[in-house]
């Protein structure tokens, strides 16, 4: 079901968990650890909204590397964390960072001239 808005698919998954019996969801995180692959683009549709596969090309890519920084990680060793970064205003979804780029990105307000400030300061002192 697609949602025009971001809170009405809240509402329902909230209204779902809150009717979901335990032994349902024991099944699902036996899958969930059975299907790593599936649960992750299961849970990145879910979360961010996006049709299947969109979620796996998402997910193709967060196996990969870092959209700013370039650095590789590996998911069975989970070294580094990935995160899909999105608008906060919108819901659209970016590109797949690691962990360290999307808390700058976030610490800095996503504002350009902080970021440019920030970049200036590092030059001026790192050469």
């Known amino acids: 079901m697609a949602y025009k808005h971001k809170e009405d698919k809240q509402a329902d998954d ?11 969801k024991l099944r699902g995180a036996r899958w969930n ?8 683009i299961n849970s ?24 700013s920084c370039l650095v590789t990680w590996d998911l069975q060793q989970h070294k580094i964390r990935f995160c899909i970064d ?3 205003s919108t819901g ?6 690691c962990n360290s780029c999307n808390s ?7 504002d350009d001239s902080k970021i ?3 970049l200036a300061y590092n030059r001026k002192h790192n050469g």
């Not at 700058?104 to 996503?110: D, K, R, T, V, Y």
Request: glycine share 4%; hydrophobic share 30%.
């Open 104 to 110: 700058a990105l976030g610490l800095l307000e996503e």
């Open 14 to 24: 909230k209204r779902y968990r809150q009717t979901e019996s335990p032994h349902s």
């Open 44 to 67: 990145i549709s879910r979360v961010y909204n996006v049709d299947k596969l969109s979620a796996k090309n998402l997910y193709q890519k967060s196996i990969t590397a870092c959209d």
């Open 86 to 88: 999105h608008n906060h």
């Open 116 to 118: 440019l400030a920030l």
């Open 33 to 40: 650890k059975e299907n790593p692959e599936k649960s992750a």
């Open 92 to 97: 659209e979804v970016r590109g797949v960072l």
